[in-house]
């Protein structure tokens, strides 16, 4: 199965969460999965961390975005926070949930393989 990879763009947390929706279910298959916060969208991890959308979604028995970054992390799916992002935001690599990693656009990337899919959102 060929890499999915996800560059988050805005700071749109409905955006993110169906990004991770996705990140999760391609790592619950076997494949691997990354997800990278770029720029505004790091401020998406500013605890405490929700989404407009929280409430609805609990009440139809769904994940919130906090446990949705949780489930996401445990099922293997890389998340990595965007460093000028993070300055931007006034985040500090203590600030984000644990998992988490600091990193940038070229590093990414790097990582990325030439069979992956690589998707903005």
């Given at each position: ?18 990004v ?27 605890a ?74």
């Open positions: 199965m060929r890499a999915l990879r996800i560059v988050v763009a805005t700071a749109d947390a409905e955006r993110l969460r169906g991770l929706a996705m990140a999760a279910a391609q790592a619950a298959l076997g494949g691997a999965a990354a997800v990278f916060l770029q720029l505004d969208a790091a401020g998406l991890l500013r405490p961390m929700g989404a407009p959308c929280d409430d609805a979604h609990r009440a139809a028995g769904l994940p919130s975005l906090a446990m949705l970054i949780e489930e996401a992390l445990g099922l293997g799916v890389e998340l990595t926070v965007c460093q000028s992002g993070m300055a931007l935001c006034g985040l500090a690599a203590e600030d984000l949930p644990l998992g988490v990693e600091t990193g940038g656009p070229i590093g990414f990337l790097q990582a990325t393989g030439d069979q992956a899919r690589l998707i903005f959102a």
